[in-house]
Nanobody, 121 residues
Framework: QVQIVESGGGLVQPGGSLRLSCAAS????????MAWYRQAPGKQRELVAL???????NYAESVEGRFTISRENTKSTVSLQMNSLKPEDTADYYC???????????????WGQGTQVTVSS
C-alpha cells in the first residue's frame, strides 16, 4: 500500500554537504513520526534524527548542529540536510515514516530501501 523512495546519497569530501530525501507514495490517511537512521559496517543501526507529527525534533549528539531534519506533510516527504560532513558519517542511511493508510486502522512503520553516504578525501 505504501512505497518509500530515498534519494540524495553519494560520495562527498569531508566538510561537504548532502541532502537526503524520502518520499512515500500511495494512500496516506495520517502521518506520524518520521525519522532517519544510519548503519555503518560492523555497527548497530542508530537513530540520527527524528521529527514528530507536531514538528518537534531530536538529534543524535554526533550530528547535532550539523544535520537538520524537516518534513513536508502534503508531499509525505522527510528530508535530511547534512552539512560539515565527517568521515565517521559514512554509512547506509534509512528513512522511517509512521502512518495509517486507512481509518480505522493501525499505525505502521514504513522503511526506505537505504542510500549510501560516503565521506572520504
Amino acid at each position: 500500500q505504501v512505497q518509500i523512495v530515498e534519494s540524495g546519497g553519494g560520495l562527498v569530501q569531508p566538510g561537504g554537504s548532502l541532502r537526503l530525501s524520502c518520499a512515500a507514495s500511495g494512500t496516506i490517511f495520517t502521518l506520524y513520526d518520521m525519522a532517519w537512521y544510519r548503519q555503518a559496517p560492523g555497527k548497530q543501526r542508530e537513530l540520527v534524527a527524528l521529527i514528530t507529527k507536531a514538528g518537534d525534533t531530536n538529534y543524535a549528539e554526533s550530528v547535532e548542529g550539523r544535520f537538520t531534519i524537516s518534513r513536508e506533510n502534503t508531499k509525505s516527504t522527510v528530508s535530511l540536510q547534512m552539512n560539515s560532513l565527517k568521515p565517521e558519517d559514512t554509512a547506509d542511511y534509512y528513512c522511517r515514516i509512521d502512518a495509517t493508510v486507512q481509518f480505522p486502522g493501525p499505525t505502521k512503520s514504513y522503511w526506505g530501501q537505504g542510500t549510501q553516504v560516503t565521506v572520504s578525501s
